[in-house]
Nanobody, 124 residues
Framework: DVQLVESGGGSAQAGGSLRLSCQASGYTIRRYAVAWFRQAPGKEREGVAAIDSDGATVYADSVRGRFTISKDSDKNNLSLEMNSLKPEDSAMYFC???????????????????WGQGTQVTVS
């Protein structure tokens, strides 16, 4: 089975940093688009950052310049480095993967096939 498991969430103060990790199994992320999404209570799931199979990245305007997405294909791992955290960054963060997504759709949640269970980030 394809599985994605997030880790690294927790609490941080405004201005602080956290690093999230998504460990994939059952497939290799080399040929997949992979992304981070987040969802706060009562809000829609929001695309945060994505990286496609060619290594191109895209970021939500709200996190651009503060967050960095990266992947280690050899370890089948996806990371999200979050810096200069704000309270509005508080959410459940999910990693997701899909076999093929056009660049302009990389931050659309409905395009993704595989999802992790999420890791909570709380910024105060």
């Amino acid at each position: 089975d394809v599985q994605l498991v997030e880790s690294g969430g927790g609490s941080a103060q405004a201005g602080g940093s956290l690093r999230l990790s998504c460990q994939a199994s059952g497939y290799t992320i080399r040929r997949y688009a992979v992304a981070w999404f987040r969802q706060a209570p009562g809000k829609e799931r929001e695309g945060v950052a994505a990286i496609d199979s060619d290594g191109a990245t895209v970021y939500a305007d709200s996190v651009r310049g503060r967050f960095t997405i990266s992947k280690d294909s050899d370890k089948n791992n996806l990371s999200l480095e979050m810096n200069s955290l704000k309270p509005e960054d508080s959410a459940m963060y999910f990693c997701a993967a899909a076999r093929l997504i056009y660049s302009k759709f990389l931050l659309r949640a409905n395009e993704y096939t595989f999802w992790g269970q999420g890791t909570q980030v709380t910024v105060s």
